[in-house]
């Protein structure tokens, strides 16, 4: 059986969600696939899961590594894109699941419309109470080409920030450089990785139906890798603003969106520095640095269009973070550094 599309999935101690996300790989309503899992150095019982589904099905290729290390994922996705004779590659999170229609609908609309890459809508879920957290969908398909890709970009931004839920063309990967897929244990560099693929594009387009499902837990890497992860999101604004700038003149409407976006993860930093078990110096020290880039300032000061709602509520974002700072335990024993976390939080 000639192979359309290769997955590939990255797992580590993921006994617990395994089956649900290579399930609804192989019940696929196409299924000429070939599935690579890699087992990245687990202790749990995911060595014998995923060999398990390699003897029942041989789409299934199970692949292990006997030392965890995230960039492994990085090598063997570098690896298939080199070596395999499909035309298409997609990723799936080790505890996510596709819908069963979504390799027929993603090909179908890639060739359709001659796409190097290829996103769909998603729904982001509590991985503990099965709530859904955010419902991202379009009503209508969207290609991206030439002015597009500047002009669509507050419709299709929130799209281009996962790996995953994407079809790529093989070819389209192997002739771009500079993307990398080496990846630091840092929670936006996917995002800039796929932002940067998107930006390298001709072509590229969005599915509107939500056909990916991203469980989150409280162990997620945006929840656990804190430290390292503050100095990602600033460099993940720093990626958007320069990919906005690649296509010409920021237009005000997309400068203003981009304030919107620099506001939004602040606040995801933020609160996941706050929500941490971190000491309170460590916390407070997390936060000087988030509030001492300079685009914070040019965040509070921007004049932007009313419409987008963050920026329009600034002033109260701000009383209400300086509360919780000074609620923080430790932050009066720790006086002079929350002194500097908020003369550099209120700063105009």
Known sequence: ????????????????????????????????????????GSTDDIKDIIPEYGKKDDRVKPLRVNTNDITNGGAFFSLLVRETSAK????????????????????RFSEENHLDIAACGYDKIDGVTGEVLKHRALDENLVLHDNLFADEFIKYRGFTTYLWGKLYSIDYLRNIKGCGTERENRICNDSIWTLRSFQKSGRAGVYGKAMYKYYQYPRSLSRTNIVKSISSYSDLWGATKKFLEHFGPVSKLNEDFLYAIHLSLVEEAANNVLSSELPADVKLDCLLKLFSDPAWDETLTHDADPQFRNLAARDEYVSQMKSRILALP???TNGALTADVLRVLERK
């Open 330 to 332: 430790g932050a009066q």
């Open 88 to 107: 298409y590659i997609a990723l799936c999170d080790a505890d996510d699941e596709y819908t069963p229609d979504f390799l027929e609908n993603m090909i």
């Open 1 to 40: 059986m000639s192979v359309s599309t290769v997955f590939f999935t990255q797992a580590f101690n993921a006994q617990h969600t395994i089956r649900r996300t290579i399930d609804s790989i192989l019940n696929q309503s196409r299924g000429d696939l070939e599935y690579y899992v890699l087992d990245n």
